[in-house]
């Protein structure tokens, strides 16, 4: 089975403390993870060498920067690089968040650029896609998801590929408590793959595993995760508590 994987995204929230603290109630639970189950933690740049050693002895845990810059290095002041986290041994990293296409204004090419800087290093990117409300009540969603991974993700070889964990994260989802249905994820995931297979073939697509974010809490991940084609999820607000993400990760399809 393909890897099934609750990644938290802690976004720009909790202090040094704060993030030590909830790594250790995260791994106080001692949950068993399956060898096709993974966690990723989504940290702040700051935190990510605490995160990493706190993480280091727990089987699947693994650490995720939130962003990386999109040119190798140089004079971009306040920027990381790809090779900054790798580093620090951050194997994995978050590109599209809908909050850094629409505050810092990403676009689905500068988008392609990390993607290719992270593949450079052997990385894997967490590449975030999903349509907003004014597109879903259009019934645009799917052409506009399409054009999303087309333009950053489809020029990549089949072996390329295969390194991308896809989220879909409808933006009129992500931070509102409003959770999109089982039926309108699934549908979604399956349109994802079946993009995935035209182009790459459904062998290269079968392996691919594709999250689902927005309003992922406690109580909906289950049944959210029993989809035959969500295979886990990207949780920001549920996944600052302990509990509460224990609970999501217990969730995933084993
Ligand atoms: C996210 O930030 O990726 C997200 C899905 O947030 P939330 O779970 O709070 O909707």
Redesign the pocket.
Known sequence: MRKQIAAA?W?MNLTYQQAQALIGDILAQDISLESDQQVLLAVPFPYLSMANEAVAGAGNFAIAAQNCYSKHAGAFTGETSVDMLYSLRVFYCLVG?SERREIFKETNKELAEKIDLLLVQEMRPVFCCGESLDIRDAHMQNDFVETQLNESLFHLSPAQVLKVIVAY?PVW???TGKTASTEQAQEMHAHIRSLLAKKYGSDTAEQISILY????KAGNAKELFAEPDVDGG?????SLSAQDFVQIIKGLKS
């Open positions: 995204n976004k968040h994260e989802a992500i931070g974010g927005g309003s992922v990207l949780v920001g607000g549920a």
